[in-house]
């Protein structure tokens, strides 16, 4: 019998949602796009700045907007808090090891630390003393997700009118919630709440939308998507200017990809693949990118990738495919020697390659 206690009914494979873990790969392609280049340096792409800080409008509400569209809390709080804490906790620990190998690296070999993390302020102990207390820049997500998730469940206890007024107001408070360190990421579980709580809310909605719709709703939304970027670009730089158009810009972004997903694409085999291993894919984004940088950095002169615009884009796109292939190379043998670090139930030994 199937367990219906996790929490998220696209967890278990007999109840994925191809169109969701489609979304879901999308997402994750455009979490590659936004880190392309290593925060703190020079841009080694320069031409596509502009429109890697426009994916970072929409990408990650994408992902808490998923995650509240498959949310089913059947479970105790106890059982779904311990079932959430093995599925994104302990994850970001495990992938936080990664930093342990940047510092023995550096120390190894600096120079070609210096090729793959070129951020010169880049300090081993203060960036360990941010892992452990749950704020690596690089797997917030995990955390902030977590807790809002267990808000999320809590909310679903209430009646029903108080949970959209409560999920109403977390959505307008998001956007001027100050972007503060607080320990392991509360101060971003506003965020995860704010979308995963409006996921939650429109999933039936969604989930009965046919193409013709779907393509409705994905032209307004972009429509009202490249509205927003316009008008945040010309306001003054300020909290109280960018409100509307932040928020306006995540939720439109959002239902962009699950519109254009519904109506053009439903089904696609490899991105589903990179949707339903989106732990392992998000946990290596950084290491397997910097690789992928190193790799394309060997084979072509980065005068010639930064000659035109075409170029960028094409080392941009490969770079992504060279990050994914690493990925999807990487995540059999994760599930198969090392499930207990990514969330997974451990599989029988005849069953690893079938993912």
């Known amino acids: 019998m199937p367990d219906k206690t996790a929490g998220h009914a696209a967890d278990a494979p007999s109840h994925r949602i191809r169109w969701i873990d489609v979304s879901k790969g999308i997402a994750m392609l455009l979490v590659f796009y936004g880190h392309i280049h290593e925060e703190g340096t020079l841009p080694w792409l320069p031409d596509l700045v502009f429109s890697n800080d426009t994916v970072y409008f929409f990408h990650m509400p994408l992902f808490f907007i998923l995650s509240g569209i498959t949310f089913h809390p059947s479970a105790s709080f106890i059982q779904f808090a311990g079932k959430r804490f093995r599925r994104l906790v302990i994850p970001y620990y495990f992938f936080s090891l990664y930093v342990l190998s940047k510092v023995v690296l550096k120390v190894a070999s600096p120079a070609l630390f210096s090729s793959l993390f070129s951020r010169e302020t880049w300090m081993a ?27 999320l469940w809590v909310l679903s206890r209430c009646p029903k009118p108080l949970r959209a007024l409560i999920a109403l107001v977390c959505l307008l408070a998001w956007p001027l919630i100050p972007s503060v360190n607080w320990p392991f990421c509360l101060a971003s579980a506003f965020q995860a709440l704010a979308f995963t709580s409006l996921g939650w809310i429109l999933s039936d909605w969604l989930k009965r939308l046919g193409r013709g719709p779907s393509a409705l709703t994905a032209v ?48 696609c085999t490899p991105i589903e693949y990179i949707g339903r291993n989106t732990m392992v894919y998000y946990g290596l984004n950084g290491l397997s990118l910097a690789c992928a940088k190193r790799l394309l950095l060997l084979v072509i002169p980065l005068p010639s ?4 615009v075409c170029s960028q884009l094409l080392v941009a796109l490969l770079a992504i495919l060279a990050a994914c292939l690493i990925c999807a190379a990487v995540t059999p ?23």
């Open 125 to 151: 102990p203060e960036e360990l003393a941010s892992i452990l207390m749950g704020n690596s820049p690089g797997l917030w997500f995990f955390w902030a997700l977590f807790w809002g998730d267990l808000m």
């Open 220 to 267: 307004i939304s972009i429509g009202t998507f490249v509205t927003s970027v316009q008008i945040f670009l010309r306001l003054p730089s300020s909290p109280a200017a960018h409100y509307g158009t932040t928020l306006t810009a995540a939720i439109s972004g959002s239902l962009m990809v699950i519109g254009l997903v519904k109506a053009i694409f439903p089904t």
């Open 305 to 308: 990738i930064q000659s035109t």
């Open 333 to 355: 043998l994760l599930y198969r020697f090392c499930w207990w670090g990514v969330g997974k139930d451990k599989e029988p030994a005849n069953a690893a390659g079938h993912l």
